[in-house]
């Protein structure tokens, strides 16, 4: 009975196929996933280096920060042309203003966050610089989202709410250090991976609990992403290096989940760095691993 589809081939294969399949020495960069999956690999390209952060803007292109690297990369996903945007700094993480404006984390000497550029993806240009003042962790990712003109940035355990010119309005005490964190703008909820506890934590503005979601299968999550229906999709690692991976899909009351996703990705893939986001105009879900990209559509 055939188990796993690959998608480089576009063959189903049983499950001692797929084994013989991998051992292959011209097969080694194929992606297999279950084909009870609900939604199927559609397409998948590289880019120059390892991935630190993506959004999804309108018009189906993609804003990508990469590893060590101080300019944006432009993905269009329709017509596969891709440009580049110097942002004065080494691109840590992104968040969405409109629809064709980011504000990207700048840092220095790889570890350092020390500003943030307001950058117009259409026009290809860093329309202002602000100096960030914070005492943030030497991550290569610093989750963050902006809402009601201020930003939310993750900074340990605390949530650091500011404004646009830099100024800090007020934190909010979350008692744990989120692994990543996205907002719900239609609800009006931050949520918030709990990596140490393999739990995803629901709260309000101002950091109130609304529910916490647990489950066995919730194995090393990392990234995190909203669909359209309000669903929280979580990408896990099955496993240390990254050669196995999952995508939990979380009711917006936080009641019940399920795996709509799963991967398992080549030799060369067996990386940590990860990311996720969705795209609302095709209904599609892009998961980033290491410095290749992969988008998933609906069966």
């Known amino acids: 009975m055939p188990v796993y589809r ?3 081939c576009s063959n189903v294969l049983c499950n001692d196929c797929c084994i013989n399949h991998d051992k292959l020495t011209d097969t080694e960069y194929h992606t297999f996933q279950s084909t009870n999956d609900k939604m199927l690999l559609n397409n998948k390209f590289e880019v120059s280096n390892r991935i630190n952060d993506m959004k999804a803007l309108p018009g189906g292109l993609l804003v990508i920060a990469l ?3 101080d300019k944006l990369l432009t993905y269009s996903v329709s017509d596969k042309q891709r440009n580049e945007i110097s942002v004065g700094g ?30 117009d993806i259409r026009q290809k240009q ?31 355990s605390v949530i650091t709410v500011m404004d646009m010119s830099g100024t800090i309005d007020r934190e909010i005490d979350l008692g744990f250090e989120p692994r990543d964190m996205c907002y719900d703008t ?11 506890e393999k739990k995803l934590i629901c709260i309000d503005r ?13 194995t ?36 019940s989940g399920e795996v709509i996703i799963t991967g398992k990705l080549s030799e060369s ?7 996720i986001c969705f795209h609302e105009e095709s209904d599609e879900v892009v998961i980033g691993i290491y410095s290749c990209v992969y988008t998933y559509k609906k069966k």
């Open 90 to 119: 080494l691109t840590n993480s992104i968040a969405m203003l409109d629809r064709n404006t980011v504000v990207v984390m700048l840092t220095r000497d790889y570890d350092v966050a020390n500003s943030i550029a307001i950058v």
């Open 6 to 8: 690959c998608y480089e």
């Open 220 to 255: 090393n999550p990392k990234r995190l992403t909203i669909d359209n229906e309000g669903y929280v999709l979580i990408l896990c690692h099955e496993d240390y290096n990254v050669q196995n991976i999952k995508v939990y899909r979380i009711s917006p009351d936080g009641k």
């Open 126 to 156: 860093v329309i202002q610089h602000v100096d960030v003042t914070l005492d943030l962790p030497p991550y290569s990712y610093i989750p963050m989202f902006y809402t009601d003109d201020q930003l939310y940035i993750s900074s340990y």
């Open 67 to 69: 590893f060590n690297r």
């Open 186 to 196: 239609k609800a009006a909820r931050i949520y918030c991976i709990d990596y140490s």
């Open 269 to 275: 893939k067996r990386m940590r760095s990860s990311s």
């Open 206 to 218: 101002d950091g109130n609990t609304i529910f916490t979601f647990t489950d066995p299968g919730l």
